[in-house]
């Protein structure tokens, strides 16, 4: 295999394992922020153990980020040295900025929370766990905004044989942030959301820490149920504009070949990139130009044209990313969308009166198994994003074939690929096991104290 | 001054602060078996640095947003360059990173013993790749005039780097030892001292021979004052040394620190305008300039920095005040 499809697959992977944490972290932060909150206001001491016991998974898994991130961080050097010139003046900014204005928050403050429950005054304390979770998503923006940059470039000059910056506020205010943020974050919320639903569930079933669990359900029902629709809402508005600014990247998630007028929406398919035809296509009359346009009549415009119009503009090459997976993960993350809509709304439906939620056993069940959906779909979402803009890593500007290093070889880069997979399976074994032990334990137990001594003197909330 | 040279300073001022205090968690990282006996004990250890290793750990992080902003050359030279080093750094890092949660996680016997060690060789691998890497930017590696890395990862191993890699080990050790000085109390003080006395000789040795092949090996000692806080560097150490014989640590561990410091100051005063030194030809060597961003950008971040840096330093002394006392079995997270 080359170096470039080595490179490719390392961050691949090493990316989508990162952001198998992420989404939680964004969410569970804000919603065990809520919890303390609810215990610093009430003093009532159900909110105190939700605190711990939400606060407990939300620290092995923020870990995990934590540890993860510091290759993403360093990888862009070691593996696309080339791009790292190439967009180092517009790139970096940002990321310092996401360190030095959100790493250094996120975990001194982390720090401070999680050891500092006797040493603090519960308001104090509580404000920590607010400023870990505002400092998430704050970093979630700041990387966005570099992201948003390869999905459109704004605010640049091309000098000296690279991008440079010609204005920080247009790269900052770059529309696609605008749809790219609040999607991503409300995605993380939602699986936040999701979690805190499912497990929650997983204890409603077995009739234990019933009052615990059944506030928890009703204040991630509403997280879920507010997110997973806003969500899903700015998911179509983005859809839209990448239409307008990333056609390709949407006709070849919609399969669509030919430009046609209306374009019907094409249900499931048999997608042959060789041939550039889908040999069987079922498909809703017009429904793709009501997507795109909100009308069911209007042009949308098919791979193979925009194909001939890139070659024009950026001269001869192939220009369609891979169609069948990109049309596959739209449809999967759209699906799962679906049916989380649809179970925030039962579980709202079904939690609104006392007592009535522990008979629904089938639902809860279902909620149980729906945890790991939207994993699923922030994995598809990413893949489409990153997939959908090949063969460009900078949209328009530079190659992903061009971005890699050059002094590096492909040997090499199989030897961190095995190093970093290997580590990450096994950490993820390990954290796998850890929190299913500690969902399954419940709250009573997450206490790790062998050595007998309270709560009374204790450094942190677990102690 | 231009921007060029304020982000040079500001990035040495970022590693002076990442390896003060991520050298202490390192260095109790290594000791962490040998001190502690029993697992209360060292749940004490880990506990010393709990709250604040993975702030530390955000210089480290920062440095290299910091690199990759004002010199994104020196980002891609570097890390494409020393990349089988750096993937081995990456991965002590991240076993380091999760041990502290893991360990607390589980109290099987095996468990904790496995994560106690791996604890120990994450700390003890990215402790002597630092300094491997430092003697390797001090002496020059193999870069051609395409600004690209032309050796390969045995290159990066000399005498010369593997002293550096055992010298800022063995500080980093000896700073660990004093932090738990002043950080626990009996019997753990006790020990962390008498450790402080072994380690404390063998960096003395280690630093004169370092500082020794400089002279001989490089054009440090040629670079205006680099040379004289090298040797400042060393005196420090020595003058830290005779503080923890007479058992006063916190004298000790205050000149230790200023040892971290002259030692970081005189490898980038050595490095100045430099940033990578090219040992094919010297005029290959990416310097402030031909590694750094735009003008513009270096406009935009000095001005981002000057605002938000001033915080950092704030909140972040605050929670060493918040944890100022030291460390006893009767109050521990991990």
């Known amino acids: 295999m080359s170096e470039l499809i080595l490179a490719r697959l390392q961050f691949g992977i090493t990316t989508a394992y990162h952001f198998l944490f992420v989404p939680l972290t964004l969410g569970l932060s804000v919603l065990v922020a809520i919890m303390e909150t609810r215990y610093v206001r009430t003093g009532d001491e159900t909110y105190k153990k939700m605190t711990q016991f939400w606060g407990k998974l939300f620290l092995s898994n923020f870990a995990m980020g934590v540890v993860t991130g510091l290759v993403q961080e360093f990888q862009f050097g070691m593996n696309w040295s080339e791009y790292s010139r190439f967009m180092g003046d517009i790139f970096g900014a940002p ?8 790493f250094f928050i996120e975990s001194t403050f982390l720090g401070v929370w999680v050891f500092g429950l006797d040493r603090l005054p519960k308001k104090v304390h509580a404000l920590t766990i607010w400023l870990v979770a505002i400092a998430s998503n704050l970093s979630a923006l700041w990387i966005l905004i570099a992201n948003s940059f390869m999905q459109e470039p704004v605010g640049y000059v091309l000098r000296h044989g690279r991008a440079e910056m010609s204005s920080f506020w247009a790269v900052v205010t770059n529309p696609h942030v605008f749809y790219q943020f609040p999607h991503t974050v409300l995605s993380g919320f939602t699986t936040a959301g999701f979690f805190v639903l499912g497990v929650s569930a997983y204890h409603l079933l077995r009739h234990r820490y019933q009052d615990l669990f059944r506030r928890s359900f009703r204040l991630a029902v509403i997280f879920a149920l507010v997110s997973v629709l806003a969500t899903t809402a700015i998911g179509h508005l983005q859809g839209q504009y990448l239409v307008r600014t990333q056609p390709m990247a949407m006709a070849a998630a919609e399969a669509q070949w030919q430009t046609e007028n209306p374009a019907g929406f094409s249900v499931v398919a048999a997608i042959d990139q060789r041939t550039e035809t889908n040999p069987m296509d079922v498909k809703v009359p017009g429904m793709l130009s009501f997507l795109s346009h909100n009308s069911f009549r209007g042009q949308v415009t098919g791979i193979k044209e925009i194909q001939a119009a890139d070659v024009q503009k950026y001269g001869p090459g192939n220009y369609i990313p891979p169609v069948a997976p990109m049309f596959w993960s739209f449809r999967v993350m759209v699906l799962i969308g679906v049916w989380l809509v649809l179970a925030a709304l039962l579980a709202a439906w079904f939690s609104r009166k006392k007592g009535s939620l522990e008979g629904r056993t089938r639902f809860l069940k279902a909620l149980v198994w729906t945890v790991p959906l939207p994993y699923i779909a922030n994995f598809t979402g990413w893949y489409m994003a990153e997939t959908g803009r090949q063969p460009w890593i900078v949209y328009g500007l530079q190659k992903t074939a061009s971005a890699v290093s050059p002094s590096v070889s492909a040997g090499e880069v199989l030897t961190t690929l095995i190093l970093f997979t290997l580590v ?13 032990k500690y969902i399954r334990r419940g709250p009573e137990e997450t206490v790790n104290d062998q050595s007998g001594k309270g709560m009374e003197r204790g450094a942190s909330l677990w102690t | 001054m231009d921007l060029n040279t304020l982000w040079f300073i500001l990035i040495a001022v970022l590693f002076i602060g990442f390896f003060f205090l991520e050298g202490f968690d390192y260095g109790v990282g290594v000791l962490l078996p040998f001190l502690g006996r029993t697992d209360d004990e060292r749940r004490v250890l880990i506990n010393s640095i709990g709250p604040v290793w993975d702030g530390n750990e955000v210089w480290l992080i920062t440095a290299g947003g910091a690199i990759f902003a004002a010199f994104p050359n020196w980002y891609a030279t570097l890390f494409s360059g020393f990349y089988l080093a750096l993937a081995l750094m990456l991965v002590a890092l991240i076993v380091r990173g999760v041990s502290f949660e893991f360990r607390s996680s589980d109290d099987g016997v095996i468990w904790r013993k496995t994560w106690d060690w791996l604890l120990f060789g994450g700390s003890l691998v990215t402790a002597l790749l630092w300094g491997v890497a430092v003697a ?29 890699g055992l010298a800022l080990l063995s500080l980093f050790i000896y700073h660990g030892a004093l932090y738990l000085s002043l950080k626990t109390e009996t019997p753990l003080v006790e020990r962390a001292q008498g450790a402080a006395k072994v380690t404390g000789i063998v960096t003395i040795l280690l630093v004169l021979v370092f500082a020794l092949l400089t002279y001989v090996q490089t054009d440090l000692f040629t670079r205006g004052g680099a040379g004289f806080v090298l040797i400042l560097s060393a005196l420090a150490l020595i003058l830290s040394y005779a503080a923890a014989r007479r058992g006063r640590s916190g004298w000790a561990f205050v000149l230790n620190a200023l040892t971290v410091l002259f030692l970081t100051a005189s490898v980038f005063w050595g490095l100045f305008p430099r940033v990578m030194v090219s040992s094919l030809r010297p005029q290959w060597s990416l310097t402030i300039y031909n590694a750094a961003s735009s003008p513009y950008t270096l406009k935009i971040m000095t001005m981002v920095a000057l605002i938000l840096v001033p915080f950092v330093l704030l909140y972040q002394g605050w929670t060493y005040w918040v944890f100022r006392r030291r460390v006893s079995s009767k109050n521990l997270h991990y």
């Open chain 1, 95 to 102: 990321l310092a900025i996401e360190a030095l204005l959100a």
């Open chain 1, 424 to 436: 990450y399976g096994v950490l993820a074994v390990a954290d796998g096991y850890l929190l299913l």
């Open chain 2, 136 to 164: 390797d930017l001090v002496h020059g590696v193999p870069i051609n005039a395409a600004m690209q890395y032309a050796g390969s990862f045995w290159d990066l191993l000399s005498l010369y780097s593997l002293t550096g």
